[in-house]
């Protein structure tokens, strides 16, 4: 239990800095598909460093795009929140 917590909140940490670059680029663009894309491989080798099989998947997927939201909403201006 302590090491999918770990997992949720490194998915966070890193995902969120991602988002927040994602807001600021046009949709469907290079940076965007990078924004979305480079975060995988790091998630990637921190479950498999931590011996978490696939079955944790889903939960560093739900995390992944909550953080992607969280930084692309933490990138907009206060009154458009």
């Known amino acids: 239990m302590l090491k999918l917590i770990e997992l949720i909140a490194l998915t966070l940490l890193i995902s969120t800095p ?3 670059w ?3 680029t ?3 663009s290079l940076a965007w598909f990078l924004s979305i894309h480079i975060p995988i491989p790091a998630l990637y080798l921190i479950r498999r460093t ?3 099989s696939l079955y944790y998947l889903p939960a560093v ?3 992944f795009i909550l ?3 969280l930084g692309a909403r933490l990138h907009r201006p206060p ?3």
């Open 67 to 69: 953080g992607h939201i």
């Open 22 to 24: 994602r807001g600021k």
């Open 18 to 20: 991602f988002g927040y």
């Open 79 to 81: 009154e458009s929140r």
């Open 50 to 52: 931590m011996g978490l």
């Open 26 to 28: 046009r949709k469907y």
């Open 61 to 63: 997927t739900v995390f």
